[in-house]
């Protein structure tokens, strides 16, 4: 069964500073990757994705994420976080196929940013 | 402007009784979803449809019903078996058939029973 782990449940950072977010899989074949934001009542604003070739996904608000099949990671980075980062962020695993809805997600990692 | 339209946005029960939450999508998406949500541990699969007068189970369906009649609309019902029914519920959808697609959210209905 696949699986996902976000190690850190809370990660605080000044307005400025860089970020990683960590994620790690378990999966027996090439995984679909995600990235998802949520802001407090809210739905989910999918960041960024990884289904194949280069390692390094661009996605929006600056973000980008790094695919390390050794690792079984796909860690996310910001080089320098804003205000408006804060929120609860998840990483999840596609079971493949057509059906690219149907994920495992990690358990969440919650973004606080100081000024 | 096409999306996922999930209502009501807050939901009260008593113990005991069923209950409905609607998702209508008007993305022409064939493939619809329902999960679960609840504070540290992420989001769970209860339902999800590929096809109209289709679907099958995701982790944790019990206690849980769903119907998909219309290609655009997936209603859950939370029926009095659901132990523990309080709970942040999102519903999704995805393009099938066209590789390196995501799914796209739903704004969620918060359950509280009472």
């Known amino acids: 069964a696949q699986s996902v782990t976000q190690p850190d449940i809370h990660i605080t950072v000044s307005e400025g500073a860089s970020l990683e977010l960590r994620c790690n899989y378990s999966y027996g074949a090439t995984p679909y990757l995600f990235w998802y934001v949520q802001s407090p009542g809210q739905g989910l604003q999918l960041l960024l994705k990884?289904?194949?070739?280069?390692?390094l996904v661009q996605g929006i608000k600056g973000f980008e994420a790094e695919f390390k099949r050794s690792q079984s990671s796909f860690n996310l980075r910001k080089p320098s976080v804003h205000w408006s980062d804060a929120a609860e962020y998840f990483c999840a695993v596609g079971a493949g196929g057509t059906s690219y809805g149907k994920l495992t997600f990690g358990q969440g990692t919650i973004l606080t940013v100081h000024p | 402007d096409g999306g996922i339209t999930q209502s009501p946005k807050y939901l009260f029960r008593k113990e005991g009784q069923n209950v409905t939450l609607s998702c209508e999508q008007n993305?022409?998406?064939?493939?619809m979803y329902w999960y679960r949500q609840d504070p540290g541990q992420g989001l769970r699969l209860i339902y999800y449809s590929q096809i109209v007068n289709d679907f099958q189970k995701g982790d944790i369906a019990e206690g849980y019903s769903v119907s998909r009649e219309k290609k655009e609309s997936f209603p859950l019902t939370v029926t009095s078996a659901q132990k523990n029914p309080t709970a942040f519920y999102l519903c999704a959808s995805s393009i099938q058939g066209v590789p390196n697609t995501e799914a796209f959210f739903g704004q969620g209905t918060r359950l509280t029973v009472v």
């Open positions: 990884y289904f194949s070739g280069d390692t």
């Open positions: 993305l022409n998406h064939d493939a």
